[in-house]
């Protein structure tokens, strides 16, 4: 299991939440702390968190993994995987080459280690 700390740009506070990822399963999860407040999270984990939900289960993770990764169907996709070094679409490699990172806000990931 693979986890890795949501962090924010320019921002002192540690992590806002952990995304796991289990490689042998295809499976992601989420937790959130319940003293953050989900206006700072990023959108997916805010909305659960507004409605009290703090362990993210696979289909909202996989969808914020979704969200900032290049899509499938991207008209050049196959330039990107070859740059990426990869010889088919999957999203976590994506994930991970960008940090999480995407244009939508200044949230990226971190592996958590040890």
């Not at 740009?9 to 999860?29: H, K, Q």
């Not at 996989?62 to 088919?88: A, C, H, S, W």
Request: with cysteine; charged share 30%.
């Amino acid at each position: 299991m693979r986890r890795f700390a949501i962090k924010e740009e320019n921002s002192e506070y540690p992590l806002w939440a952990v995304l796991t990822y289990d490689e042998e399963s295809d499976v992601y999860g989420g937790e959130i702390p319940e003293e953050i407040d989900p206006d700072h999270l990023p959108a997916i984990f805010g909305i659960l968190a507004r409605k009290g939900i703090y362990r993210v289960e696979d289909k909202w993770a996989r969808r914020f993994v979704k969200e900032r990764v290049v899509p499938p169907d991207r008209q050049n996709i196959g330039m990107i995987l070859r740059d990426v070094g990869m010889t088919y679409y999957h999203e976590f490699p994506l994930l991970l080459y960008t940090g999480g990172r995407c244009c939508m806000d200044e949230f990226y990931l971190e592996e958590i280690t040890g």
